[in-house]
Each structure stands twice: as structure tokens, then as C-alpha cells.
């Protein structure tokens, strides 16, 4: 499947309460680059396919803590002023769990594509068939 990004950030966010966005809304610019980010990264990397797209503009971000999962992002954005992007399903399935809301980032970017590979031996492995 496919999905496009998303950000997220806790209900009642302290930048984002005055600046008066909406969930669903595009974030401005600025406060998406003034507001601390919290993102996945599997390496400790600090950077992402955003950082290019942010940079194109002149722009930059600070990133304040990296996290080897979507689902900690979800929960570092909920606790505290951070920001973090996801995959949109992974957005909305985690706003639904938590205390966050879900915004579109100010830029766009091509859906990502997502897939599930596995061995040939696992073919009928009966917990691999029912992950598929």
C-alpha cells in the first residue's frame, strides 16, 4: 500500500494552540520549522527526505530526539511540544490511541510505498499467512 506523510503533535500544543491551526489544517512553515521534532530513525540519523525539501526552500528544522519506531514517535509527540511526521495511517491509527492530533506538513511529498517481503521457506508458516 501507500501512504502519504503526516504530522502529529499533542492536543493543546503550546505553538500550535496560538497560531490557531486545526486538525486536517497544512501547518505554516515557520512553525513547522520552529517547533522541536521527534523522528524515527532506525541509525540515530538526524536526517530525512524532508530535510532536502526544507532546505530547497532555505529552510531548516531542529531535530531534538530520534527514536528507532513510528509508535515512539507517536508517543514522544503526545507527551511532549514536539512535532513528528508519520505515515498517515499510522497518524490517524495513533491519534485515535493517544492525545494527538494529525496536520498536513506545509510541503508534499510522493506517497511512500509499503511492502512486505518474506522468505520462500516461510510460505506456509502459519503465523507468517496470517501477518500477510
Not at 56 to 80: D, E, K, N, Y
Amino acid at each position: 500500500f501507500e501512504s502519504s506523510l503526516a504530522c502529529v503533535a499533542r492536543k493543546r500544543h503550546s505553538t500550535i494552540a496560538l497560531s490557531a491551526a486545526k486538525p486536517g489544517e497544512r501547518l505554516a512553515w515557520n512553525l513547522y520549522c520552529g517547533s522541536p521534532h521527534v523522528i524515527m530513525s532506525r541509525d540515530g540519523g538526524r536526517r530525512t527526505s524532508i530535510d532536502p525539501v526544507l532546505e530547497a526552500r532555505g529552510m531548516s528544522r531542529r531535530v531534538a530526539m530520534t527514536v528507532p519506531s513510528f509508535q515512539a514517535v507517536a508517543l514522544a509527540a503526545a507527551h511532549s511540544d514536539m512535532i513528528g511526521n508519520l505515515p498517515l495511517h499510522v497518524a490517524r491509527d495513533a491519534a485515535a490511541r493517544l492525545d494527538l492530533d494529525v496536520f498536513q506538513p506545509p510541503f508534499e511529498l510522493p506517497a511512500t510505498a509499503f511492502r512486505l517481503y518474506w522468505h520462500k521457506r516461510h510460505e506456509q508458516d502459519p503465523a507468517n499467512r496470517w501477518l500477510r
